[in-house]
């Protein structure tokens, strides 16, 4: 799939996922936009981007730490996040927020235009990593902060579900997932990645957060309301119906004695600076 094929491939699978992506009643997004924007240190007055802002669990809170002296502006490269984004900014009257469809790999933004860039669970979207964190870079002042969250691995009790999923995966995707040069199959990479992109100061940490479900349908209903919908979409029409059921018994077995379930989901955060000599 070359990178025109895949960007409509993506913004595609976040249209369909709009309606319902982080309103399921699964506490998620919001997990790891609370914790980022700790590590990022917003201050009031700064101007912030938020990259593949979703339905705004970065953009929001984001607004509320800047403050009415500070600018929020998201980009996503699905049309269906941002107008139910835009509907939310102006039913809360922020003047200082918008969403914009715009290429996370490739924003049309101005130069040095941004205090502080943040991008959460968007880096592993992109064709070329390294090429965003560029870009980014340029967005920022010198001495401007970017923020970025990946996830770290998956809780191993899961592994039941992949299997019944692996058989309908592409190869070249499985690939991409475990390939040992990609800047984001580990940190060590990705803070190489960083440094030749003309950051500084790169410090990260992980975390591992208790994400709770009340239940097999809930966790399949919040599955297809984000990225991990691909997943079933690659399973062939006619054999969902199967695969549900093989998953929900996959779910089952991981039920707590109240009946609800916790995955276990870790978490890397890094923030870095831009270089003021440019790359």
Known sequence: MNETDLRDSVAGLFDRSAETYDAVGVDFFAVFARHLLDDAGLRPGERVLDI???????????A?????????TGIDLSPGMVERTTRDIRARKLATVTAEVMDAQEPTLPDASFDVVLASAVVFFL???????????RLLRPGGRLGVTLFGGNDPRW???????RPFVPP???????NPESPVVSQE???????TAGFTGIASETREHAIRFTGPEQWVDWSLSHGQRAFWEFVPEERRSRVR????????RLRAPDGGIVMRQVVRYTVATADSSGR
């Open 159 to 165: 592994s039941g579900i992949e299997r019944v999923f």
């Open 64 to 72: 509320e730490r800047v403050g009415p002296a500070g600018s929020v």
């Open 127 to 137: 064709p070329d990593p390294l090429a965003g964190l560029r870009a980014w870079h």
């Open 245 to 252: 059921s093989e998953v929900l018994g996959e779910l089952d």
């Open 189 to 195: 990479n990705f803070t190489r990645a960083l440094g």
């Open 172 to 178: 070249a995707m499985i690939q991409a997932m475990v």
């Open 52 to 62: 593949g802002c979703g339905r705004g669990a970065v953009l929001f809170p984001a």
